[in-house]
């Protein structure tokens, strides 16, 4: 702010880069404002978030996200004027800036048509789950491209998981869904150990899937060898709803259950690969329905799939 000088709006030029706006005086008859002590107006953009933070919350917040773009100057002032105006409390503990998201290797944003809600993408035919393996699969301080590339890949890496937990199921179809993950096996001990200390790593996504996917290894391996009793088997169903707990991709029922969502996530991955021109990973999809027992209908309402 200019020290002992008075003005009508707060459209002037800076004379600090560190000067930001509490209070703006409305630019056109009719816009919102309120009236106020210091006059009719309303909030800055930053003292917004500082209001809201303060009506709800009362005393400041544990974790406060936001893209890095935000860092500055959005949330350095939010700081700047909360902590001046309460400086005896801590106006945010921890504060977590993720990248952007981009879509094709572009920035996602709404003048470029590339942008998309979650609803939108259910709409076109997307799995939510292989949506949500994708968006936390990527470290938050990392560029997420959003690609139909990835969503396959995303499909594919759920399946791995899954199949390996449907082994089990198909060996132990009668285990309750109660969950209270107490192992005494000492490999899965490790590798609840390891999932834990990776995610307490600043959230190392990567490194915690990288566990994830070692114990599917090492379990197709054992099943493969019939080296499991019950009581392990049961373990290893206990060590992936563990692993989901912060997934939330599996299905822990049976594997004739299962039968259909698994169906409609490879139709799901063909549809994409017809849609890239990957003709030869369609025809592979739709032969490997077809070996169990599938046949795929192309019409114009969609797929249709039916049991032979």
Same mark, same amino acid.
């Given at each position: 702010m200019k020290t002992g000088t008075r003005y009508d709006t707060d459209e002037y030029e800076k004379e600090d880069v560190r000067d930001f706006v509490l209070w703006k005086s409305p630019k056109l008859e009719g816009e919102t404002s309120w009236d106020t002590l210091v006059g009719t107006g309303r909030p800055g953009w930053h003292l917004e978030c500082s209001a809201m933070i303060r009506k709800v919350y009362g005393s400041g917040v544990d974790i406060h996200t936001g893209g890095v773009d935000l @860092? /500055?100057? #959005? #949330?350095?002032?939010? &700081?700047? =004027? *909360?902590?001046g105006a309460f400086p005896e409390e *801590? /106006?945010?503990?921890?504060?977590?800036h993720s990248e952007h998201l981009l879509v094709d290797g572009q920035k996602m944003s709404k003048s470029k048509g590339n942008f998309y809600t979650l609803?939108? @993408? &259910? =709409?076109q035919g997307l799995d939510p789950k292989a949506i949500r393996f994708l968006l936390i699969s990527t470290h938050y301080r990392s560029k997420l491209n959003f690609s139909t590339d990835r969503i396959a890949e995303a499909s594919a890496n759920i399946r791995k998981i899954q199949n390996c937990l449907d082994r089990i199921l198909e060996l132990e179809p009668n285990i309750k869904a109660d /969950?209270? !993950?107490? !192992? *005494? &096996?000492? /490999?899965v001990q490790t590798w609840k150990k390891e999932f834990e200390e990776s995610l307490a790593d600043d959230l190392n996504i990567s490194k915690a899937l990288a566990v994830v996917f070692e114990s599917v290894k090492q379990i197709n391996s054992l099943l493969d060898t019939n080296q499991s009793d019950s009581k392990q088997r049961i373990e290893y169903i206990q060590i992936l709803a563990y692993f989901d707990r912060i997934l939330g991709v599996l299905n822990f029922e049976s594997k004739k259950d299962l039968l259909d969502s698994v169906i409609d996530s490879l139709i799901e991955e063909r549809q994409i690969a017809r849609k890239n021109k990957d003709f030869a990973r369609s025809d592979a999809i739709r032969d490997q329905l077809l070996a169990q027992g599938i046949l795929i209908e192309d019409t114009k309402e969609g797929i249709r799939w039916r049991k032979k």
């Open positions: @860092l /500055f100057p #959005h #949330h350095e002032n939010e &700081i700047a =004027q *909360s902590e *801590s /106006f945010v503990k921890t504060w977590l609803r939108d @993408l &259910i =709409q /969950f209270y !993950f107490l !192992f *005494s &096996i000492p /490999f």
